[in-house]
């Protein structure tokens, strides 16, 4: 096992935290020039605090387990679906825990986009992508440490390092959420006894065919 101290190292050898980092700088230092505001913009991070296990488990479901289909003879693969293919193939390799900086360089863009589109002003605006930068940074690094040699010492962690384990090495088809312990689990009904699970012959393999199953 490894202390604290040595996953929060380890956790800065990689360049998602920096990218992440930095959007959150900028963030905040654009939500500073810009000054104004209201109040009510202190709801804003409590809100999407309050959405995120749904908003997790949805994104889990949707996009990282998509299943390729062909579209007027074109392959729909998004590469966020092909990099958790194979973190599901080598959950041990923590390069591959932490989301693609690919996508991580156009991801500004659409926080962006959103946030302006769902708030009344730039202030406002500003506002939610900070809280969406603070929120993302701590789902990587959650997400970074419960792959990591650390063992779990509090009740609430021991609780989401086991049902993050029990996606990643008894079914790929429950236990969707990453940073709380089966709360859109338990609203979604993927929540279930693992006792009455059978162990999945592809949870290693997301949407191998039978004959890849055969092979293996």
């Known amino acids: 096992s490894q202390s604290m101290g040595q996953v929060f190292r380890e956790f800065w050898r990689h360049p ?3 990218i992440l980092a930095t959007c959150l700088s900028a963030a905040i230092l654009a939500r500073g020039l810009i000054g104004g505001g209201s109040w009510w913009e202190l709801l804003i991070p409590v809100g999407l605090l309050a959405a995120m296990p749904v908003a997790e488990w949805l994104i889990h479901v ?15 693969d998004p590469l966020l679906s092909r990099k958790h293919r194979e973190h ?8 591959l825990v932490f989301i693609p900086w690919q996508v991580e360089l156009y991801l500004p863009v659409v926080i962006v986009g959103i946030a302006w589109l769902v708030m009344p002003g730039w202030p406002a605006t500003l506002t939610m992508v900070v809280a969406a930068y603070v929120l993302l940074s701590g789902y990587e690094w959650a997400h970074y440490l419960l792959h990591s040699d650390y063992r779990p010492k509090s009740r609430w962690y021991r609780a989401v390092w086991r049902n993050h384990r029990l996606h990643h090495y ?11 312990a089966g709360t859109a689990d338990r609203l979604f009904g993927t929540n ?7 162990t999945s012959r592809t949870v290693q393999r997301l949407h191998s065919s039978p004959q890849e199953r055969a092979a293996t």
Do not use: M, Q
């Not at 949707?62 to 729909?76: F, M, Q």
């Not at 599901?88 to 390799?93: A, I, Q, Y």
């Not at 008894?170 to 969707?176: A, L, M, N, T, V």
């Not at 279930?192 to 059978?198: E, L, Q, R």
């Open 16 to 18: 998602s935290p920096y």
């Open 170 to 180: 008894k079914s790929e088809h429950y236990w969707f959420t990453v940073t709380t």
């Open 62 to 76: 949707c996009i990282l387990h998509w299943r390729p289909r062909k579209l007027a003879g074109l392959t729909i």
């Open 192 to 198: 279930p006894d693992p006792s009455t699970v059978p």
């Open 88 to 95: 599901h193939g080598n959950p041990r390799t923590i390069p």
